[in-house]
């Protein structure tokens, strides 16, 4: 400031009021860095977006760069704003069939796809919220399944036994059945047509052929 404070002393003080532009850069002379130029162009070609940024936050930090960086040119700044997006945000562009020329309207763009990607991702994490309640109730159908299964298999004993109700608590015939195939002539035993006295498959029947197979024992003098 000290050498605009010498012209104050000999000249009016619109000089200064006047000439922002020369005060601008006097004051940059003095004060300023004189590398900000360099270092701002290192920023934003280094400047890049993580893949679960925000383009919101992305967007601002891009803005205070340009205007330390000179005229770039409108192609230039594009390519640059693009260069820093993750993939996800390029191939949803790339799908995009409208041509930008702009660098706002690239801007408005990505921010548009920006809530849309966002949106989509809050609703695949209430999906998978909901996702355990459903196996829980899943959970529940093999012990179903398990009961129908046991139901099935009493059904089919009921079934294989057909004359359980003509037998006691012994498993043995009922009087009134005995009775019934004596009378009919049917062995109580096998079911055959014959009387149980002829069965051949009755223990009782066998034993008197079998002993008879062998010879009596000699008793010891």
């Known amino acids: ?3 605009y404070h010498s012209n104050l002393t000999n000249q009016d003080p619109n000089y200064l009021l006047n000439s922002w532009k020369l005060f601008e850069s006097q004051l940059f002379t003095l004060f300023g860095d004189p590398n ?3 270092k701002a162009e290192a920023k934003l070609d280094f400047l890049r977006m993580k893949e679960g940024g925000h383009v919101s936050i992305y967007i601002p930090i891009f803005r205070s760069l340009v205007p330390r960086i000179g005229d770039w040119g409108e192609r230039a700044l594009i390519h640059h704003f693009r260069k820093g997006f993750p993939s996800r945000i390029l191939d949803q562009l790339a799908s995009n069939p409208s041509i930008i020329d702009s660098l706002q309207d690239l801007m408005d763009m990505t921010l548009d796809l920006e809530t849309r990607y966002h949106g989509r991702q809050n609703e695949k ?9 459903a196996s829980k109730s899943n959970s529940s159908h093999p012990q179903s399944s398990s009961s129908s299964s046991q139901k099935k ?3 089919f004993q009921k079934r294989d036994k057909p004359h359980s109700s003509l037998l006691n608590k012994n498993f043995k015939l009922m009087n009134s059945e005995k009775q019934r195939t004596i009378k009919e002539g049917i062995c109580t035993y096998c079911g055959g047509k014959h009387s149980l006295e002829s069965c051949f498959k009755r223990p009782q029947n066998k034993l008197p052929n079998c ?4 010879p009596a024992r000699e008793k010891p003098e």
Not at 211 to 214: I, K, L, R
Request: aromatic share 4%; charged share 35%.
């Open 211 to 214: 002993q008879a197979n062998f």
């Open 1 to 3: 400031i000290e050498p």
């Open 125 to 133: 994490s209430n999906h998978q919220e909901k996702k355990p309640e």
């Open 153 to 155: 298999k009493n059904n």
């Open 36 to 38: 900000e130029v360099r």
